[in-house]
């Protein structure tokens, strides 16, 4: 939480844009996070995805209507912008007095782009390398007063296939390397036995032939556990975003909620401070996001639709501090709204 102190100097400075600057201590849990990060040039290809989509098989191949693609990817993602002491207006009415809540926001900008793919079964639609598979524009926010005992941070998400996510949850901080969780990206609502249910065939599959070599569905973020060996990780702050809290939730296109409905986000940022041989520290950024993608009906009598998970993990560093944001460095606001 925002001090006292710090919360009055928001309100006297108003409103205003800024470049969004490392250190800065009004971003609080994401003031390490302005700049750019990327796969390139030091951590190239450790971006993994997987998703099941909806599929009609080609005559003669079995199996419900689904293919499970998966992808290696490159991505960049940039933290670029502030906006400062955005004012939430609210009234106690015993007083009255004002219970305003002042918001920092950090923009983001995520682009991937494919480095290899494949699905099963094979469907001609998996596409080539350099293929652009997903770009996202959005806010993180730091909720700095006024959140009593509820989520302080929050992400808003904007995806083209038309969905639009509000996520929030807390921050906490590790001393030394996190624990990856592990996930279970099986489908829910059907059988889980790997070996002899219909809708797991996809599953075994690259079980048993590892995507790349390297990566397995049925325990995606063991790779990000791998890439954390041999460093010295000497603290690390864990974001934590989760759309099914109170008032969180995803609003999608009605195709969307009729096709493969994205019915909740869950997500973890582990941001992390990496200690040289020399004593310098370098950052990198991890995290792995489930997305919940509901279709076809359950086959085990529960309620709703099958949740088949849509995971993508990866790890990054930061190449750049800043990014140009010279033309709206200080950018007055509005004041008083």
């Known amino acids: 939480?925002?001090?006292?102190?710090?919360?009055?100097?928001?309100?006297?400075?108003?409103?205003?844009?800024?470049?969004?600057?490392?250190?800065?201590?009004?971003?609080?849990?994401?003031?390490?996070?302005?700049?750019?990060?990327?796969?390139?040039?030091?951590?190239?290809?450790?971006?993994?995805?997987?998703?099941?989509?909806?599929?009609?098989?080609?005559?003669?191949?079995?199996?419900?209507?689904?293919?499970?693609?998966?992808?290696?990817?490159?991505?960049?993602?940039?933290?670029?912008?502030?906006?400062?002491?955005?004012?939430?207006?609210?009234?106690?009415?015993?007083?009255p007095v004002n219970t305003d809540q002042l918001i920092v926001t950090l923009d983001y900008e995520q682009a991937i782009a494919q480095i290899a793919a494949d699905d099963f079964p094979q469907s001609g639609l998996a596409g080539q390398p350099g293929l652009a598979i997903h770009h996202e524009p959005g806010l993180l926010l730091n909720m700095t007063n006024q959140t009593g005992d509820g989520p302080t941070i929050a992400r808003l998400a904007t995806i083209p296939h038309g969905d639009a996510v509000l996520a929030m949850g807390g921050v906490r901080t590790v001393d030394g390397p996190p624990v990856i969780p592990t996930v279970n990206a099986l489908p829910i609502g059907v059988s889980q036995d790997l070996e002899n249910s219909r809708y797991l065939a996809a599953y075994k599959h690259f079980h048993d032939n590892l995507f790349q070599g390297l990566f397995d569905p049925t325990d995606p973020t063991a790779l990000l556990t791998a890439a954390n060996q041999g460093l010295n990780i000497v603290r690390t702050t864990v974001l934590e975003f989760?759309?099914?809290?109170?008032?969180?939730?995803?609003?999608?296109?009605?195709?969307?909620?009729?096709?493969?409905?994205?019915?909740?986000?869950?997500?973890?940022?582990?941001?992390?401070e990496i200690q040289e041989e020399d004593g310098s520290i370098r950052l990198r950024l991890q995290y792995v996001q489930v997305v919940q993608l509901d279709f076809f009906a359950r086959a085990d009598g529960g309620p709703g639709r099958i949740k088949w998970p849509h995971v993508s993990i990866n790890t990054m560093e930061k190449v750049t501090e800043r990014v140009d944001t010279s033309s709206y460095a200080r950018m007055p606001g509005q004041g008083a709204i």
């Open 1 to 95: 939480m925002t001090s006292p102190a710090d919360i009055e100097r928001l309100e006297l400075e108003g409103r205003h844009l800024e470049a969004a600057r490392t250190g800065d201590p009004d971003l609080g849990p994401f003031q390490l996070l302005p700049g750019t990060w990327a796969n390139k040039p030091g951590l190239p290809g450790r971006g993994w995805n997987m998703i099941a989509l909806p599929f009609a098989p080609p005559p003669g191949v079995g199996g419900p209507p689904f293919r499970l693609l998966v992808n290696q990817f490159d991505e960049e993602l940039k933290f670029q912008l502030v906006d400062k002491a955005v004012p939430n207006r609210g009234v106690d009415l015993n007083g």
């Open 242 to 272: 989760d759309s099914t809290v109170e008032h969180g939730g995803i609003n999608n296109i009605p195709f969307v909620v009729r096709q493969a409905n994205a019915s909740e986000m869950k997500a973890t940022f582990f941001i992390q």
